[in-house]
């Protein structure tokens, strides 16, 4: 039986939906796999917001938090999504302060989009390969916090930290982490329970 994780999402006003909303579904997801076999949920999933606030994303959505930061002490698997929110909250020491202190209990720390930026400036990925959106690769370059910034891949790994390119890529990324913590079995399992087979449009027609 899969050992029981806390996967903590951190969200904040104009994140990008996607980032954080698709790995919300393949988390939950991989949890409702485990209930129709009958087996226990084994993750807890929460959003996290810096006072447990409701927060409005890049495109509209209003979220509810579950948790702030200070009822935060330790998590298994962190993720912080991109979205130009991450333009501000580099400059927000009480969320740095945070991903820098929760990211040394995680088992994984994770990004998808521009919150490689978060992750850099707050410490988690300075000095790791990583990679980001595809518009965002030339400026998380300059800034020279990474040793190497991936272009053309949907994640890439590095030790315990884990990137993934934008919006939708964090999908591809949280399912290869529901795989490395419950097996790959399971990881395809839930990939068939979220229909997830994309064939998009123009690109797969025929």
């Given amino acids: 039986m899969s050992r029981e994780r806390t996967i903590g999402i951190l969200i904040f006003d104009d994140a990008e939906e996607l980032d954080f909303v698709g790995p919300y579904?393949?988390?939950?997801?991989?949890?409702e796999v485990f209930g129709q076999k009958g087996q226990p949920r084994p993750d807890k999933v929460l959003l996290i917001s810096e006072k447990g606030e409701i927060i409005t994303g890049a495109k509209g959505m209003r979220v509810d938090a579950h948790a702030s930061i200070a009822e935060i002490d330790k998590l298994d698997l962190l993720l912080v999504p991109g979205g130009m929110g991450t333009r501000r909250e580099i400059g927000n020491k009480?969320?740095?302060?945070?991903?820098?202190?929760?990211?040394?209990?995680?088992?994984?720390?994770?990004?998808?989009?521009?919150?490689?930026?978060?992750?850099?400036?707050?410490?988690?990925?300075?000095?790791?390969?990583?990679?980001?959106?595809?518009?965002?690769?030339?400026?998380?370059?300059?800034?020279?916090?990474?040793?190497?910034?991936?272009e053309k891949l949907r994640y890439v790994r590095d030790g315990n930290v884990v990137?993934?390119?934008?919006v939708?890529?964090?999908?591809?990324?949280?399912?290869?982490?529901?795989?490395q913590m419950h097996g790959e079995d399971h990881a395809r399992a839930t990939q068939l329970g979220m229909q997830y087979d994309p064939a998009p449009p123009y690109a797969a027609s025929v």
């Fill in 25 to 31: 579904e393949v988390f939950t997801m991989s949890n």
């Fill in 94 to 150: 009480t969320i740095t302060d945070w991903v820098a202190r929760i990211a040394g209990t995680c088992e994984w720390v994770t990004s998808v989009c521009t919150g490689s930026l978060i992750l850099a400036v707050a410490g988690p990925a300075r000095g790791k390969r990583v990679t980001t959106h595809w518009a965002f690769v030339p400026t998380l370059r300059e800034r020279g916090e990474v040793s190497e910034v991936l």
């Fill in 163 to 166: 990137t993934s390119a934008g």
């Fill in 168 to 179: 939708s890529a964090g999908i591809d990324m949280a399912l290869w982490l529901v795989g």
